[in-house]
């Protein structure tokens, strides 16, 4: 029988805090991560019960000071990616700064930044001198190209990596017009990338005698298998076959309006449809050669979306929804963010309510969504202020009060 894995921590310091899981407890992360990319995908990692030190210039992550803002520098977009962590904040451009993170690597299990790799090269953290500190440390840089590439070192944000991915240009396909999505899609699927390649990497750790390695997470190749998925198409078998889902391009491919706002409807096998166009009063269209055949109903997705659009309109969404859901055919309000927050099976589920509500004037963020059951979760830890565990962390490094004090005075450092 194979062993169990037991990933032991590399020099564990006394004081890691308490998290809602406890599945990745004694694995230290060194984030050198700013805006959303990065603090996602380590915010994550620090759910599960990693102890996630967030090293910050002396004045802190850009985040920090996007309106809203509450308590010393909290704003809630920083909120909202950066619980479950520690915060210390470091002046890396200064010598004594890079020997505090030296000395903090010694101590790690992962690093992950997504910093542009020269800057970082240039500070003196490259992969190869990291390693050279610490060969069992994973190094995962979250990149804007990957490096083997032309384009690699250009800096990347998340409306460029939109647009060049193709992510921008399929309402393009469909509508004529480029979009962003209204939400930073890159950074965040980007950052999904980044928690799966770093555990991925731990284990092969374990599995393959403690060895570090570097991993890369570009955003656009990433980005670019995430738009191209299902639209890759005849792509797949020709060199000039065509692209293009046609029933996610359609243009009717929309909420659709009723009597009094506006409900989602997905009827996709060929039953579903023939119990939608039921309830539209249209049974004469499954009649028809070409309803009994998935591929010929696809490419009639137009013409079947347009069918319900022109329907809905008679009645209302809870008289509509309460139809669909009696034909057993996948429907849903379509809320906005403001009304997403009365929802009532997340208000059932505890979503949106911290278990460190009022700590900085708190009173609502997103929790980890997915649920482990069987295992005993502990508190989270509150989104940290501005170099809050400094001081700790440089003692527990070896760091003197006369040290540590003076490397507050001359700003290397920053803390309460």
Known sequence: MTPMLRIEPQNKIEGTPASMYPLLAGLRIIDITTIVLGPFATQFLGDLGAEVIKIETVDGDMNRYTPPTTGPGLGAVFVNNNRNKRSLALD????????????LLKTGDALVHNMRQDALDRLGFSWESVHALNPRLVYCAALGYGSDGPYSGKPAYDDIIQASSGLAGLTHRRDGTPAYHPTVTADKAGALHVVYAVLAALLHRERNGGEGQLVEMPMFEAMA??????????????????????????????????????????????????????LLGREDLTKEPWFANNA???????????????????????????????????????HTPDSLLEDPHLKAVGFFEPNFAG???IVRTLRQPVIFRGVDAGPDRAPPSLGA????????LGYSESEIGAMLDKRIAAGD
């Open 389 to 396: 565990d400094t001081r700790t962390l440089l003692t527990d």
């Open 296 to 334: 010929e109903r696809s490419k009639r997705s137009d013409e079947l979306y347009g069918i319900i659009a022109a329907s809905l309109g008679s009645r209302t969404s809870a008289e509509w929804l309460a139809a669909f859901e009696k034909a057993d055919v996948p429907c849903g309000v379509v």
């Open 92 to 103: 890396l451009k200064q010598e004594q700064g890079k020997e505090v993170l030296r000395r």
């Open 225 to 278: 298998a995430f738009s191209l998925n299902e639209h890759l198409m005849g792509a797949s078998f020709a060199s000039d076959g065509p692209t293009g889902y046609h029933r996610t391009l359609s243009q009717n491919r929309k909420p659709f309006a009723t009597k009094d706002g506006w409900i989602a409807l997905l009827p996709y096998t060929q039953t579903q449809w023939s119990r939608v166009l039921s």
């Open 359 to 361: 700590e900085n004037g």
